[in-house]
């Protein structure tokens, strides 16, 4: 059995949406492990002054994001906060010999993201009131987005590495399997999928605190090659809520379940390559 639990403040108005996202986002480690999601429970923080309605959509939303995946939610626990936060204990279940971990990467191996990046410039330029409907719509869409179909396909071919995508941003979770595993990742900037208008409310200098802080910790693990934009260097910063999996896959593999992996997931791409230890865990190029 594996567990994870994750919650947060609303990163979208809709509290519907909101319920979806924060749920996709707390199932996110049971895939990132190889596990199938079974049973989860629900946190919920929220102010007396919130409607029951929004209340109910919030839960209604993280309801059925879990049926989506196959699991059920077995109750939970709710307290009353100045500002609402939502999320899941999630329970999941795998055979101890195909577990998933983010620090078996191989010298050789291929790394394959299944999500666009930039959720985080998008829903700060969003709080600033700066993107339209269909923009951020798209940003909405990918948070909300189950990695489960990501998750069943890469279960037919061998990992050697995985991990999700989240607050640390690309660069930070990419710096922890590299780092792990005692190998460097080129990470090829102009292969990464970047989420409708993320990139120009990035050069308009929209980034999250959180970005800073990931730059800041991995100052000394990390090389950009002198062709690397600065707004490029900011969204592999950005941290992420609900991205992508990020895969370590042998070479021999690489395209067959990229190819496989487009069928479901269209963002997908293969955007690095582990090598041999460097003086610094990860290289951009």
Do not use: W
Not at 111 to 120: D, Q, R, S, Y
Not at 162 to 180: Q, R
């Amino acid at each position: 059995m594996v567990q994870t639990v994750d919650f947060f403040p609303p990163v979208v108005d809709d509290p519907y949406l909101y319920g979806q996202i924060a749920a996709a986002n707390a199932l996110s480690d049971i895939y990132a492990m190889g596990a199938k999601p079974t049973l989860a429970m629900n946190l919920l923080c929220y102010p007396s002054c919130l409607a029951q309605e929004t209340v109910q959509a919030i839960l209604a939303g993280g309801y059925d994001k879990v049926k989506e995946a196959g699991a059920v939610i077995a109750g939970g626990h709710t307290i009353q906060d100045s500002e609402p936060k939502y999320g899941l204990c999630v329970s999941g279940f795998i055979d101890p010999k195909k577990i998933l971990k983010n620090n078996g990467a191989k010298t050789g191996d291929i790394l394959i993201l299944t999500k666009a990046i930039g959720t985080g410039i998008l829903t700060t330029a969003a709080k600033a009131l700066l993107t339209d409907e269909e923009t951020f719509s798209a940003a909405a869409q990918s948070m909300a987005t189950l990695n489960k179909l990501a998750a069943e396909t890469a279960s037919a071919f061998h990992i050697n590495a995985c991990t999700d995508i989240t607050g640390f941003g690309l660069l930070g979770h990419a710096n922890e399997m590299a780092s792990s595993s005692s190998l460097t990742a080129h990470i090829f900037s102009q292969e990464i999928g970047i989420l409708p208008k993320a990139a120009e409310f990035a050069d308009m200098g929209i980034i999250p605190a959180g970005a800073y802080a990931n730059s800041d910790y991995l100052k000394d693990k990390v090389v950009f090659r002198e062709s690397v934009r600065r707004v490029t260097r900011d969204l592999l910063f950005d941290p992420q809520t609900s991205g992508g999996l990020l895969f370590s896959v042998p070479k021999k593999d690489a395209d067959e379940l990229l190819a496989r992996l487009m069928q479901c997931t269209p963002c997908a791409r293969i955007i690095g390559e582990m090598k041999e230890q460097e003086q610094t865990s990860l290289v951009v190029e």
